[in-house]
């Protein structure tokens, strides 16, 4: 997950704003007619990203409507939140079709004192949902990780949404000893192990674990098979087959 985490340029820097700004304004515009023609072949249920992200703001304050201005994240719930998630759309050239519906989820925090009470689940659950009804494929490697004031240096806590935020772009992350745990919290929350590996965008890195990478196609998505083909050894990358 950590060589991924640094942000996508956009192809403009707009004025006034900052790159990470227009890069998530170039992300949304250029899906505005790709949904509509989504829209008008599926009768208009409310397939593709920009469908996604109405309906994430039904649930999720977006990070860019906060002081620390963050695009791509959204925090939950709405009023009030206790959790925040990074989701940056993307694609894989060896699936053509998955542009327009593929979701990486680039890093999930829950603050410190709001674990274990159920928040992060909730929060997943409506997640799946949405990309359900969107027909979107949320993919995502599962790392437990904290974050520090310095790279590699000790993990610290957050007890409230703005200090979290402040913290949440510098990502000084470090990692800590809970994988297991959330390797069996993503499974039963109906995630699969997957293939989530595609040329250079997605190379194979050495430590990447099969049962780390996790897939889930929404329930609407019309090419479902493309993408659940990655939980099998035969759809799978070399690499990640050989871990089978
Ligand atoms: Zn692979």
Known sequence: MYEHMEFAKPNHVRKGMTPQESYWLE???????????????????????????????KICK??????????????FPREDPKAVAQIEKVEWSGVPKSRGSLLYL???FVLDTERDNGIGT???????????ETGMVLFLRAESFSFSNEEGGLPYSFYNMDDLLQSWEAEKLTSNDGDMVLIEWYKRLGFLNACT??????????YHKLDKQFLYVGAKNPDQDLYLNRTNESGMCAFCRNQK
């Not at 949304?28 to 469908?51: A, H, M, P, T, V």
């Not at 590996?197 to 050495?206: F, L, N, Q």
Request: net charge neutral; charged share 30%.
């Open 122 to 132: 909730n929060f997943v659950q409506e997640i799946k949902r949405i990309v359900d």
């Open 197 to 206: 590996h595609d040329g250079d965008i997605w190379p194979v890195k050495d």
């Open 106 to 108: 680039t890093k999930l």
């Open 27 to 57: 992300k949304i515009e250029s899906e505005i007619e790709r949904d509509k023609r989504n829209q008008r072949i599926s009768g208009g249920c409310g397939l593709g990203f920009l469908n996604f992200v109405e309906q994430m703001k």
């Open 62 to 75: 977006l990070g860019s409507e906060t002081k620390a201005n963050i695009p791509c994240s959204y925090l």
